[in-house]
Antibody, heavy 121, light 111 residues
Framework: EVQLLESGGGLVQPGGSLRLSCAASGFTFSNFAMSWVRQAPGKGLEWVSDISGSGGSAHYADSVKGRFTISRDNSKNTLSLQMNSLRVDDTAVYYCAKDRGFSPLYGMDVWGQGTTVTVSS | QSVLTQPPSVSGAPGQRVTISCTGS?????????VHWYQQLPGTAPKLLIYGNNNRPSGVPDRFSGSKSGTSASLAITGLQAEDEADYYCQSYDSSLTGSVFGGGTKLTVL
């Protein structure tokens, strides 16, 4: 069964850091681009970052550029998101999602259940 | 303000047909990038409904269909059912932003 399982969410103070992980199973992880998408309480979906299947290409939304870093370990089938200098408006449910192709252009066909990040003092 | 514009809400009676529009620009939909649609039921993760403008993943009923023209795309749902009540999002790639973009989402209410 194709599955994504996020972890690492929690409560953090403004300016703090958090590292999210996404464990993938049931497919050849290195063949597919992966993305992080977030959803603030009561709001819509917001793309955060993506990374190609090889890990050689990564992109970020302007709202997180310079603060967040996406990475992947294809030997461990794991996707990560290092979040630094967290702000209150980073509060959201964070989903990892698998793209249908090697590059993040073909639609996200598998989603995790989400992990909640709350930034508050 | 989302890069892709969707109506905040649409509604229809059971059995009816509804459409949800998604309007972009020359740097995303108009540049030829594919549009994808997602359904999000309350309290759950999004689910891919349509990929590549008009293709349905296995298991998605043929009541759902997508189309694209110029700088816009549409999702059509025929034979509306109570279980279709959800939020729907369009998504594409934007070359100016060098990343994916989502529409603001449309809440479908089945009357």
């Amino acid at each position: 069964e194709v599955q994504l399982l996020e972890s690492g969410g929690g409560l953090v103070q403004p300016g703090g850091s958090l590292r999210l992980s996404c464990a993938a199973s049931g497919f050849t992880f290195s063949n597919f681009a992966m993305s992080w998408v977030r959803q603030a309480p009561g709001k819509g979906l917001e793309w955060v970052s993506d990374i190609s299947g090889s890990g050689g290409s990564a992109h970020y939304a302007d709202s997180v550029k310079g603060r967040f870093t996406i990475s992947r370990d294809n030997s461990k089938n794991t996707l990560s998101l290092q979040m630094n200098s967290l702000r209150v408006d980073d509060t959201a449910v964070y989903y990892c999602a698998k793209d249908r192709g090697f590059s993040p252009l073909y639609g996200m066909d598998v989603w995790g259940q989400g992990t909640t990040v709350t930034v508050s003092s | 303000q989302s890069v892709l514009t969707q109506p905040p809400s649409v509604s229809g009676a059971p059995g009816q047909r509804v459409t949800i529009s998604c309007t972009g620009s020359s740097s995303n939909i108009g540049a030829g990038y594919d549009v994808h649609w997602y359904q999000q039921l309350p309290g759950t993760a999004p689910k891919l409904l349509i990929y590549g403008n008009n293709n349905r993943p296995s298991g998605v009923p043929d009541r759902f269909s997508g189309s694209k023209s110029g700088t816009s795309a549409s999702l059509a749902i025929t034979g509306l059912q109570a279980e279709d009540e959800a939020d729907y999002y369009c998504q594409s790639y934007d070359s100016s932003l060098t990343g994916s973009v989502f529409g603001g989402g449309t809440k479908l209410t089945v009357l």
